[in-house]
């Protein structure tokens, strides 16, 4: 290998490995049943967002490439690129560009990729000048970016299906589970089951959901697209091995795994994600991606507990995630943060009349369900996800003036029905079998109640 891309490999691994999954994520967004979009009949559809996400990803591989390729190596390409134009003959021209496309240094698959991925940022510009891009024009352009990425000997993510040096179970205690276990093909099992759910953190700690940034948005979407393909594939080699299994207690917890990501995949893929590239805000698309990101994240870590757990049984989540959060954690901040937003809206209709109260507390309401939908909303079940986001989006859309003309009775009864779903919520969420025994905190929620009411309210 060329002795500054072996370096660079070695320096900035992090670049490489972001680099592996955002090829990745643009191979499979090019196949629309991946994305998270209403329309079925892709040929009518304005395909514009979408490739606006494309362009974002195209710029950012380009970023990567310039920071890892060395200033010197870069300025020789540029002049090379220069004298092509200027100064060769066809002839000349076509030997300069077969030694390239030949690929026989690593070195010239990083130039053939940054190559490639220049044309591309120039045809994707021109592309969306007309800001109306049919299915034809995206499914196209897919099939140059897709060509472009097989073609390379180097950076071809898919040439393996598992890739040493990015795939691997990076965690020593998962790592001392796996080979304690004796028998040889609960070994191979586990080890294939966790090195996807391994894969899936990489993937995930390439998303940048803090950002308010397009660039930084719309590579998190595209690594959530790859994700959708790569869970439907770990559930088809869950379902295999499923089948096969001779040990009823391995099929049990795979069954359970195989069920958590079908609804958890449900819920970002068909509620979180739906449509997201049509929002008005990137506070809006990133408040999104955030939440979808915490579900996979979370879901991923208890999995890996989970199965490490079948085959070491005193094994902790917190020893091997130190972020980890419990089922009982969830479902106490659930249960908390709902009784939280039923006391408000009851305060809310109680002081309904008290016309100064009421645009006080309705402050108070939104500032709590806006926390609410940012760390809470990953929290509920598929089934409940809809009732809550409907209610929300309508809240939230309400103009203060409203309060005081002739939408108010709505909207008093709005609120009323709302908290009527709410305390059937709470007491739904209190029975389960791992808060049963375990009484809400009332003193604790009280406090955080206070938090969020006008100062001088007394509770």
């Not at 390239?100 to 010239?108: C, F, M, R, T």
């Not at 009349?353 to 369900?369: H, K, N, V, W």
């Amino acid at each position: 290998m060329s002795d500054w891309v072996l370096t660079a490999k070695k320096q900035k691994k992090e670049f490489f490995s972001e680099l592996d999954v955002l090829l990745r994520a643009l191979d499979r967004f090019f196949n629309p049943d991946n994305l998270p979009i209403s329309e079925s009949r892709y040929t009518g559809r304005n395909f514009y967002n979408e490739m606006l996400a494309v362009r974002d990803v195209i710029l950012r591989i380009l970023s990567i490439l310039e920071n890892v390729i060395p200033e010197n190596k870069k300025n020789a390409f540029w002049f090379q690129k220069f004298a092509e134009q200027k100064f060769l003959t066809d002839r000349k021209r076509d030997r300069f560009r077969e030694n390239l496309y030949q690929q026989d240094s690593p070195e010239k698959s990083v130039f053939f990729l940054y190559d490639s991925f220049i044309n591309l940022k120039v045809l994707i510009h021109d592309l969306l000048v007309s800001e109306k891009i049919s299915y034809n024009a995206y499914r196209n352009f897919g099939e140059l970016i897709v060509r472009e990425i097989r073609e390379n000997k180097l950076f071809d993510p898919f040439r393996k299906d598992i890739d040493p040096e990015y795939d691997s179970i990076d965690n020593r205690d998962i790592s001392a589970v796996v080979r304690s276990i004796k028998d040889r093909n609960s070994r191979r099992i586990a080890s294939g089951i966790f090195l996807y759910l391994f894969r899936f953190l990489r993937y995930l700690s390439h998303m940048e959901v803090t950002s308010h940034l397009s660039v930084s948005l719309n590579c998190s979407y595209l690594i959530l697209v790859l994700l959708r393909s790569e869970t439907r594939e770990l559930k088809g080699y869950l379902d295999e091995i499923i089948s096969a299994s001779r040990s009823k207690s391995l099929s049990n917890v795979l069954e359970s795994i195989s069920f958590q990501f079908s609804m958890e995949i449900k819920r970002v893929y068909e509620q979180e994600l739906w449509d997201i590239l049509t929002l008005g805000t990137s506070s809006q698309i990133r408040g999104r991606i955030e939440n979808s990101y915490g579900i996979l994240f979370n879901t991923t870590e208890q999995c890996i507990v989970q199965l490490a757990r079948h085959f070491s049984t005193g094994l902790e989540g917190e020893k091997i995630f130190p972020s980890f959060e419990t089922k009982l954690e969830q479902s106490l901040k659930l249960r908390e943060d709902i009784f939280v937003l039923y006391r408000l809206f009851r305060i809310f209709e109680e002081n309904f009349e008290d016309q100064e109260r009421r645009a006080t507390l309705f402050a108070s309401i939104r500032g709590y369900m806006l926390y609410f939908e940012s760390f809470t909303f990953r929290l509920l079940r598929y089934e409940d996800y809809e009732d809550f986001a409907r209610f929300f989006d309508g809240f939230l859309d309400i103009a203060p003036d409203y309060l005081y003309d002739d939408k108010a009775d709505k909207i008093l009864q709005k609120c009323n029905r709302f908290s009527i779903f709410l305390k059937t919520t709470l007491n739904l969420v209190s029975q389960r079998s791992e808060l049963v025994k375990r009484p809400l905190d009332k003193a604790r929620a009280e406090e955080t109640l206070r938090q969020f009411l006008p100062e001088d309210f007394e509770i």
